[in-house]
């Protein structure tokens, strides 16, 4: 039974620097993709109203907008993908802890009061950060979702203005 319960401490442990570590490198991509994309865009527009003197950058104000706050969007889903990283990283290292003194409750019987208030606390800290890593993971795939639109819309009103209908 104990060594079960320390697998389970050591499982929950790993666990959490797997996730930690790889959630980082994928959500950095992303993001860094969103960012180039819009902000790419968006300073390739400006560059290219300098080339083209036919073209009035009044007409590429929808595309530069959709672009701009396309590139907010992917900022603040990057901020969003980071605190739930962070969140589901301290949610797992309190369940590692809340598994610690299940095997303390083992080890020392005298303390089994103590040691189960401390359980009790780290369990409520894991729900805690359970949900706020829920309401930072939506969130940051919304913003993502937003920026990729944005991008779409703003390339379709570009391109409305270099090739009118």
């Given at each position: 039974m104990q060594?079960?319960?320390?697998?389970?401490?050591?499982?929950?442990?790993?666990?959490?620097?797997?996730?930690?570590?790889?959630?980082?490198?994928?959500?950095n991509?992303?993001?860094?993709?969103?960012?180039?994309l819009n902000g790419g865009t968006f300073v390739a527009l400006s560059a290219l109203q300098g080339l083209a003197k036919n073209i009035d950058i009044e007409k590429l104000f929808p595309a530069i907008l959709c672009f701009i706050v396309g590139l907010v969007c992917a900022v603040l889903a990057q901020m969003c993908s980071y605190f739930s990283i962070s969140f589901s990283s301290y949610q797992h290292l309190h369940q590692g802890q809340a598994w610690e003194c299940v095997w303390q409750k083992y080890q020392f019987p005298d303390d089994i009061q103590e040691i189960e208030k401390q359980r009790i606390h780290h369990e409520c800290k894991v729900k805690k950060y359970a949900l706020r890593t829920n309401i930072t993971e939506y969130l940051a795939v919304i913003f993502s979702i937003f920026s990729l639109l944005l991008f779409i819309a703003g390339g379709y009103f570009g391109l409305l203005v270099f090739y009118p209908r």
């Open positions: 060594e079960d319960i320390r697998s389970r401490v050591e499982a929950s442990e790993n666990w959490r620097r797997h996730t930690f570590q790889s959630a980082i490198m994928v959500a991509d992303g993001m860094k993709s969103l960012i180039i």
